[in-house]
Nanobody, 124 residues
Framework: QVQLVESGGGLVQPGGSLRLSCAAS????????MGWYRQVPGKERELVAL???????NYADSVKGRFTISRDNAKNTVYLQMNSLKPEDTAVYYC??????????????????WGQGTQVTVSS
């Protein structure tokens, strides 16, 4: 099992910056990707950014050019640098880890693990 501990959320003014951190522990040897999702009341949880163990990244269109995801494999920690924050970025941000394994028959499957969530509020 994988445990995720998040930090770095808070209140920031529009145009400001925050850096979120997520440290993974437990059965981490097979984590293939880590990322960040966010959710606001009344809406589905959406992908913000994802980074694979090989360093490939994916971003939601709404945050491209403003957010940067990075991973320190030695520390088993993923970061989300958020710049030029907008009020619409306000949400609960959840750390996510994906652990892809193979069945005995050869098929693969992915387990998702989630952090507790951290509130990010962008407001004047």
């Amino acid at each position: 099992q994988v445990q995720l501990v998040e930090s770095g959320g808070g209140l920031v003014q529009p145009g400001g910056s925050l850096r979120l951190s997520c440290a993974a522990s437990g059965s981490i040897s097979s984590i293939n990707a880590m990322g960040w999702y966010r959710q606001v009341p009344g809406k589905e949880r959406e992908l913000v950014a994802l980074i694979t163990s090989g360093g490939r990244t994916n971003y939601a269109d709404s945050v491209k050019g403003r957010f940067t995801i990075s991973r320190d494999n030695a520390k088993n920690t993923v970061y989300l640098q958020m710049n030029s924050l907008k009020p619409e970025d306000t949400a609960v941000y959840y750390c996510n880890a994906k652990r892809t394994s193979s069945y005995s028959g050869g098929a693969s499957f992915t387990n998702d693990y989630w952090g507790q969530g951290t509130q990010v509020t962008v407001s004047s």
